[in-house]
């Protein structure tokens, strides 16, 4: 069965710090990997997608990487500010040949204190 | 583009009622789901429809049904309103290629008492 295990489950900082989130997944065969943004009150939004072949991909102060040997996958906030207080879910995609059924993880819900 | 619309946002209802959450996407995507999530568990799939016309069960279908009325449109109904379907509702649309995103909308909180 697919699985994706996030950790940690919560997580404090204070603003302008850095954090790293990570993911582990059992998903075969491996199709993406995708990190969602979900704000409270709010539907999940895609931070970044990694596909197999790629190691690391940024966006803004946000960086993914992947490592397909060992299934692992860490999101890296930099200089942290109060609106990446959110829950942060890891989602990895198989080749189903059919239906894309996403497996999601449980997320990290991080809170940047000022 | 409005994206992903979902009505209502809230409501409360009483064990054994019944509700139609309503779902629309003007993205012309294939693909839409049903999801609900809850604390500490994640989103978990409900149902799926692959395309106009078709429609798939997910992890946790039971006690719901859905409709695909068209491309645009997708409703979820609970027959039987139980405590237990307390959640939070997410639909989600999605393209056709391989690495596209799942786009999803505000979310309906439903409280059953």
């Known amino acids: 069965k697919n699985q994706v295990e996030q950790s940690p489950q919560s997580l404090i900082i204070l603003e302008g710090k850095n954090c790293t989130l990570q993911?582990?997944?059992?998903?075969?065969?491996?199709?993406?990997l995708r990190w969602y943004k979900q704000d409270t009150g709010r539907g999940p939004v895609s931070l970044t997608i990694?596909?197999?072949?790629?190691n690391t991909k940024s966006n803004g102060r946000y960086t993914a990487t992947l490592d397909a040997d060992t299934k692992q996958s860490s999101l890296h906030i930099t200089a942290s500010q109060l609106s990446d207080s959110a829950s942060y879910i890891c989602?990895?995609?198989?080749?189903?040949?059919?239906?894309?059924?996403?497996?999601f993880g449980r997320g990290t819900s991080l809170i940047v204190h000022p | 583009n409005a994206g992903v619309t979902q009505t209502p946002k809230f409501q409360v209802l009483k064990t054994g009622q019944s509700m139609t959450l309503q779902c629309a996407q003007d993205?012309?995507?294939?693909?839409m789901y049903w999801y609900r999530q809850d604390p500490g568990m994640g989103l978990r799939l409900i149902y799926y429809?692959?395309?106009?016309?078709?429609?798939d069960k997910g992890e946790v279908p039971n006690g719901y049904n859905v409709s695909r009325l068209n491309k645009r449109e997708f409703s979820l109904r609970l027959e039987s309103a139980a405590p237990s379907q307390t959640s939070v509702y997410f639909c989600?649309?999605?393209?056709?290629?391989?690495?596209?995103?799942?786009?999803f909308g505000p979310g309906t909180r439903l409280t059953v008492l």
């Open positions: 990694m596909t197999f072949s790629e």
């Open positions: 993911c582990n997944y059992t998903v075969s065969p491996f199709s993406n």
């Open positions: 429809s692959a395309s106009e016309g078709t429609t």
């Open positions: 989602v990895v995609s198989d080749y189903t040949g059919g239906s894309y059924i996403p497996t």
């Open positions: 989600a649309s999605r393209g056709q290629s391989n690495y596209n995103e799942q786009f």
């Open positions: 993205m012309n995507h294939n693909s």
